[in-house]
């Protein structure tokens, strides 16, 4: 959670639009010595936030299960937080390096960190499961969830590493250089304070949806399949909507920093048209086969047929709320480029008190129904509401974004996703006939179906003229902010 709050959100937002005004309008050196500032600052702040998560291990782990659950791990769950917890240093210093990067629309090196750091990941995965390799591990390490936690302290150490030189080749320097009162660095503290519950609203709820999950009324394996539902929509966000939103937020921030309000506007709409472009069939997709794609990820080992339908059922009411999680991750960078986090952090609260509210109305009003996926449910449900009083607040604020143009897109997506989703739902009578020949001819049987459905979703569009299709293949085409005011020109 404090990973994504800092690495992958509050730093970024905060951090971009003051260097990106500093780079405009002061002199390199002193731009520099603002992020050099920044940089030692976060790391002695993250140092001392790891010290206090190894220190206060045993409180974090109950913080997380206050509603009871299982405790029989509750030991190995302590001593994995320790190592795991100095992560937040590392990871942090690499969002700093990241923010910079993307800066000078610098993407594709930040975005390489992330894979290798999975790559590291993987192979300590791989090496847990592997006998010869585990036994010559050291005796403390041979257990594979302890060799898998120092593999992600091994992936945390890389993904800073690897942008370093790029850095340097800049203009970073590295010496110490620890300043709190710097006017640039105050600004950036008061900045990241409110945008951590801003645009970090999704962990948060993330995080309120686990410990609902650990209430005993919920059947054993909800946390898992919370946890695995969401790494399927993430796995969407990822590709798509953060991605175009942490190229936006600089390019935003400039055209803020210029007075060029309008054409941020028209950027805001033209990356939200494209984003629910995806996301909406993308939901649909995972709505219908959440079964046969959950069996094809994971079913297999330890995880049985229980345990996907725990999971899909997770997938499904998480799925619900895809498009308004892409929409979130678009509209809350348009105020942290005007330099305002504050709205975002008081919606966010309001956010956060609705979820709340329906996770205890689902645990005790709609639990028969609903069982493991009511926290998921809740979550999606307040993942409307939080985008829709942003859009609002924004639009009152500079005027219109778009909304006629934004709700014809819908209309004619919403068509194209209807024809997918025909196909998808007849595909499922061929998955079933293809479950009893083996796990190879399942997937083989699933990736049919998917590529169909996708077909028909592309053909449709086209033969509806959708413009999305045409400025989707502009921005894979061209990456950069470019891209999108081609587009939108």
């Known amino acids: 959670m404090i990973r994504r709050l800092v690495a992958e959100g509050a730093l970024s937002a905060s951090f971009i639009p003051i260097f990106s005004a500093q780079l405009r309008d002061r002199s390199s050196s002193e731009a520099w010595a603002f992020a050099q500032k920044v940089f030692w600052d976060v790391a002695l702040a993250l140092a001392a936030v790891a010290v206090l998560g190894v220190v206060f291990s045993r409180q974090v782990v109950h913080l997380f299960t206050m509603f009871g659950g299982s405790r029989a791990h509750w030991e190995l769950a302590v001593s994995l937080n320790r190592i795991v917890f100095p992560c937040v240093f590392l990871l942090g210093l690499a969002a700093v390096a990241t923010a910079i990067l993307n800066s000078f629309h610098v993407f594709g090196l930040p975005a390489w960190t992330s894979v290798f750091f999975n790559v590291v990941v993987i192979v300590m995965s791989v090496a847990t499961v592997y006998q ?84 005993w009324r919920m059947p054993s394996g909800s946390v898992a399949s919370l946890y695995l539902a969401d790494r399927i929509v993430q796995l969407v966000l990822g590709s798509y909507a953060i991605a175009m939103a942490t190229a936006l937020l600089p390019a935003m921030s400039q055209q803020f920093a210029a007075g060029n309000y309008e054409e941020m506007k028209r950027m805001f709409a033209f990356a939200l048209r494209v984003v629910l472009f995806i996301a909406v069939p993308a939901a649909v997709g995972l709505i219908l086969l959440r079964r046969p794609i959950v069996q094809a990820l994971f ?129 499922l009578s061929f998955l079933r006939l ?36 045409s400025e ?17 020109e």
């Open 472 to 488: 989707l293949f502009l921005v894979l085409r061209r990456p950069e902010p470019a891209a999108a005011s081609a587009a939108v």
């Open 299 to 427: 079913q297999h080992g330890e995880f049985v047929a229980e345990s996907t339908a725990l999971t899909a059922r997770a997938l499904l009411y998480y799925a619900l709320g895809l498009p308004a999680f892409a929409a979130i991750k678009l509209v809350t960078p348009m105020y942290y480029s005007a330099q305002d986090t504050m709205t975002p952090a008081r919606v966010g609260a309001w956010a956060l008190a609705v979820n709340v509210a329906l996770n205890v109305a689902c645990l005790f009003f709609f639990f028969r129904r609903l069982s493991n996926g009511s926290p998921a449910l809740a979550s999606s449900l307040a993942a409307y509401f939080n985008f829709a009083l942003l859009f609002i607040l924004f639009r009152r604020r500079f005027g219109r974004l778009g909304g006629r143009r934004i709700v014809k897109s819908l209309v004619r997506i919403a068509a194209c996703a209807a024809g997918m989703a025909a196909v998808a739902g007849a595909g």
């Open 132 to 215: 010869p390799v585990l036994r010559r591990l050291p005796q403390g390490f041979r257990t594979p969830a302890v060799a898998l936690a120092i593999g992600i302290l091994c992936g945390a150490a890389v993904q800073l590493a690897m942008q370093i030189p790029s850095l340097a080749g800049r203009g970073m320097r590295f010496l110490p250089k620890v300043s709190f009162s710097d006017p640039g660095v105050r600004k950036f503290g008061a900045l990241m304070g409110p945008s951590f519950l801003g645009i970090g609203v999704y962990e948060i709820n993330r995080v309120v949806d686990m410990v609902f999950a650990t209430h």
């Open 434 to 469: 293809a479950e009893g020949r083996g796990a190879l001819s399942g997937i083989g049987a699933l990736a049919a179906v998917m590529v169909v459905s996708i077909g028909v979703y592309f053909g449709s569009a086209w033969a509806l003229r959708c413009e999305e299709l």
